[in-house]
């Protein structure tokens, strides 16, 4: 009955077709503001915007390969690029001089790129802070957002994600103060639209209850113990809130070793690795990938090019090592 609901919920919809019935353009809002004065200002994007890639590509953990890693993922045709501008865990101005190159070949235009950073708060970031940690959190996203698109040669980006909430239940002050500062980003056309990462499914809805511009994408680590945590997908995909899964690879390496992932690979003569991208994306999740190797990157984009089955895709939701050997 569980997995059922999964399915009659849409959980096996690709992105394409859950985007293509999303209004891509938010609406005009009139605004009566003033007095006896009637302007329309365009909305913020409250959904992922219409160049939201089917696969991403993260660039956390190259340090100095960062550029030449990003360019050859750009050049092998992801045209979407995960960043941070948290220099503990990424290289963000290595990842704009790869992007920077790229446009200028022409291999990509900036239209087609989605960009997507991230804003940290102090605790998620060691000494190499992209702001002064001692000014108010609306002023930090703001000097971090400058910096972030001085580092990508930019003067928008696609997504702007909160990388964490300071809390692990819960949202406190800091992250309403941030989020509403990343707020007047997306309604100054500065970013397409927001994000939030690693949350909870209480936190996710919490955001949503009290967001005036709604995230429109969720970012988290995707573990296979919790049915490839299903309460975060589904809570995303009931609120058109498209699901970005990391670590499907690392943070499920028994799963990937079991009889569903194994005998899909077995039938379909593809990787496990490939099985499991192939299964997220059924599963409507937009993929991460950070890989270093250039045959890899070639079959992360191609796992479209194989079917899995039904029966297959609904026995990899379910598989659990822990709960095997439990
Ligand atoms: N929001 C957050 O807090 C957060 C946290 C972590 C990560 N992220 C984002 O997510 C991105 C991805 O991170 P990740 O944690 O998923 O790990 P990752 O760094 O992408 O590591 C993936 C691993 O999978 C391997 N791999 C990829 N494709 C493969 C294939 N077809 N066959 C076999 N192995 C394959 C890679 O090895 P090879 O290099 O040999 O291919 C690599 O060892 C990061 O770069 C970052 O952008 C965000």
């Given at each position: 009955?569980?997995?059922?609901?999964?399915?009659?919920?849409?959980?096996?919809?690709?992105?394409?077709?859950?985007?293509?019935?999303?209004?891509?353009?938010?609406?005009?809002?009139?605004?009566?503001?003033?007095?006896?004065v009637?302007?329309v200002?365009?909305?913020?994007?409250?959904?992922?915007?219409?160049?939201?890639?089917?696969?991403?590509?993260?660039?956390?953990?190259?340090?100095?390969?960062?550029?030449r890693?990003?360019?050859l993922?750009?050049e092998?045709?992801?045209?979407?690029?995960?960043?941070?501008?948290?220099?503990?865990h990424?290289h963000?101005?290595?990842v704009?001089?790869?992007?920077?190159?790229?446009?200028?070949?022409g291999?990509?235009?900036?239209?087609?790129?989605?960009?997507?950073?991230?804003f940290?708060?102090?605790?998620?970031?060691?000494?190499?802070?992209?702001?002064?940690?001692?000014?108010?959190?609306?002023?930090?996203?703001?000097?971090?957002?400058e910096?972030?698109?001085?580092?990508?040669?930019?003067?928008?980006?696609?997504?702007?994600?909160?990388?964490?909430?300071?809390?692990?239940?819960?949202?406190?002050?800091e992250?309403?103060?941030?989020w509403?500062?990343?707020?007047?980003?997306?309604r100054?056309?500065?970013?397409r639209?927001?994000?939030?990462?690693?949350?909870?499914?209480?936190?996710?809805?919490?955001?949503?209850?009290?967001?005036?511009?709604?995230?429109?994408?969720v970012?988290?680590?995707?573990?296979a113990?919790?049915?490839?945590?299903?309460?975060?997908r589904?809570?995303a995909?009931e609120?058109?809130?498209?699901?970005?899964?990391?670590?499907l690879?690392?943070?499920?390496?028994?799963?990937?070793?079991?009889?569903?992932?194994?005998n899909?690979?077995?039938?379909?003569?593809?990787?496990?690795?490939?099985?499991?991208?192939r299964?997220?994306?059924?599963?409507?999740?937009?993929?991460?990938?950070?890989?270093?190797?250039?045959?890899h990157?070639r079959?992360?984009?191609?796992?479209?090019?194989?079917?899995?089955?039904p029966?297959?895709?609904?026995?990899?939701?379910?598989?659990?090592?822990?709960?095997?050997?439990?």
């Amino acid at each position: 009955m569980e997995a059922e609901r999964g399915v009659t919920l849409g959980i096996y919809v690709p992105l394409a077709d859950m985007t293509e019935t999303r209004p891509l353009r938010a609406a005009a809002r009139v605004s009566t503001e003033g007095v006896g004065v009637r302007s329309v200002e365009p909305e913020p994007e409250q959904r992922a915007p219409e160049n939201t890639p089917r696969f991403l590509y993260g660039t956390a953990w190259k340090e100095e390969r960062t550029e030449r890693l990003t360019r050859l993922a750009l050049e092998t045709g992801f045209t979407g690029i995960d960043t941070a501008n948290q220099r503990k865990h990424y290289h963000e101005a290595a990842v704009g001089a790869a992007v920077r190159a790229t446009l200028a070949s022409g291999a990509v235009t900036r239209e087609r790129l989605f960009l997507q950073t991230k804003f940290t708060h102090a605790g998620g970031q060691d000494q190499r802070l992209p702001y002064d940690p001692n000014a108010p959190v609306a002023t930090q996203v703001a000097q971090s957002f400058e910096s972030s698109l001085e580092h990508l040669g930019t003067d928008y980006v696609d997504a702007y994600v909160l990388h964490g909430p300071t809390r692990s239940r819960g949202l406190g002050p800091e992250d309403w103060e941030a989020w509403r500062a990343m707020e007047a980003l997306a309604r100054a056309g500065r970013t397409r639209c927001l994000g939030v990462s690693n949350v909870t499914v209480d936190q996710l809805r919490l955001l949503c209850a009290q967001a005036e511009v709604a995230p429109a994408f969720v970012q988290n680590r995707c573990y296979a113990r919790t049915t490839w945590d299903r309460a975060v997908r589904e809570l995303a995909a009931e609120r058109g809130i498209v699901y970005q899964a990391f670590s499907l690879l690392t943070a499920n390496a028994a799963e990937l070793g079991q009889p569903p992932v194994v005998n899909a690979a077995r039938r379909t003569g593809r990787s496990p690795a490939e099985v499991v991208f192939r299964f997220a994306l059924a599963a409507g999740m937009l993929p991460l990938t950070g890989s270093s190797s250039a045959a890899h990157l070639r079959q992360d984009l191609a796992v479209e090019t194989f079917e899995l089955l039904p029966d297959e895709l609904h026995a990899i939701e379910r598989t659990s090592a822990r709960g095997r050997l439990g």
